[in-house]
């Protein structure tokens, strides 16, 4: 399926209508709670989920759609479907909470087990990222609400100098620094949240390894903007991450594993790949 130009305007739409409401709370001294699994949530994270909740239900009536605020607290589809909607309201919360700016809302849109199409949006720093797959994706700045340019954004051809790596600013981890030690890395850029996934797509760096734990609302909206835009997530074996996986308890469900986003590699990547078995 492609999405309807007027679909695809509607989940801009919506992420940008979430960014207002994380906006209206990050100027505020806001209170910082931690959840079960020991991250942190704020008002803003609630604020979001709300708001994209009621606009997906307007957009698309009756699909599924597993949103992290409601999953962690058992609110999760009997059914998925075929067609189904995976949102993390508020991406990087650790990052909000240190007021670093790079902190996104992800909605993505996954078909069968596949990312269909995604939104990305960084509101702090005006930036959003939209794309679907087999067509293309693309890249635009916001101000006050409303996106003032647009132009397309396409994974690069990695250099034979060596890579740029972009590595999470808040999980690091002793596993990917083995797995990098084996590659020929030129430089290393710290990112927050699903940005890694977008300034891939946008031609800014050649890989992002996530050797820990995420969750399929963490990746699905920026795996589908990186697919679209030419580059790929992959497994430690070389395989497409899917989702909607099932044969879990709850959220267990939607745990991803170990994954590679990259750009265009040679060799489809398999090298980058092996450097992890």
């Known amino acids: 399926m492609l999405l309807s130009d007027d679909l695809l305007q509607g989940l801009i739409g919506a992420a940008i209508?979430?960014?207002?409401?994380?906006?209206?709370?990050?100027?505020?001294?806001?209170?910082?709670?931690?959840k079960p699994d020991t991250s942190p949530v704020t008002e803003a994270d609630r604020r979001a989920e709300g708001v994209i909740l009621a606009r997906l239900a307007e957009l698309m009536p009756g699909v599924a759609v597993v949103a992290e605020e409601a999953a962690s607290a058992g609110y999760l589809p009997e059914d998925l479907g075929e067609r189904f909607f995976l949102v993390d309201p508020l991406d990087g919360t650790k990052?909000?909470?240190s007021r670093n700016g790079e902190f996104t809302v992800n909605i993505g849109l996954i078909e069968?087990?596949?990312p269909a199409a995604g939104v990305v949006y960084a509101p702090s720093i005006g930036r959003i990222y939209?794309?679907?797959?087999?067509?293309?994706?693309?890249?635009?700045?916001?101000?006050?609400?409303?996106?003032?340019?647009w132009h397309e954004a396409r994974a690069r051809e990695a250099s034979a100098a060596g890579l740029t790596v972009l590595a999470s600013r808040s999980h690091g981890n002793a596993e990917t620094?083995?797995?990098?030690?084996?590659?020929?890395v030129a430089e290393r850029i710290s990112a927050g949240s699903s940005l890694k996934f977008c300034r891939l797509a946008e031609g800014l760096a050649d890989l992002y390894p996530r050797l820990g734990p995420t969750m399929e609302w963490d990746t699905a909206a920026g795996d589908a903007v990186l697919r679209a835009a030419g580059g790929k997530v992959v497994t430690l074996d070389g395989a497409l991450l899917t989702y909607g996986k099932r044969g879990g308890e709850g959220t267990d469900n939607f745990r991803n594993p170990w994954f590679l986003a990259v750009g265009r590699l040679p060799a489809e990547g398999q090298e980058i790949a092996e450097a992890g078995e």
């Open 17 to 34: 209508a979430a960014g207002r409401e994380i906006l209206d709370v990050y100027a505020s001294d806001f209170a910082i709670e931690v």
């Open 95 to 97: 990052e909000f909470c």
């Open 112 to 114: 069968g087990t596949e």
């Open 130 to 149: 939209a794309g679907v797959v087999g067509v293309g994706a693309g890249v635009g700045e916001v101000v006050d609400g409303q996106i003032v340019s």
């Open 177 to 184: 620094e083995a797995f990098l030690a084996k590659l020929p």
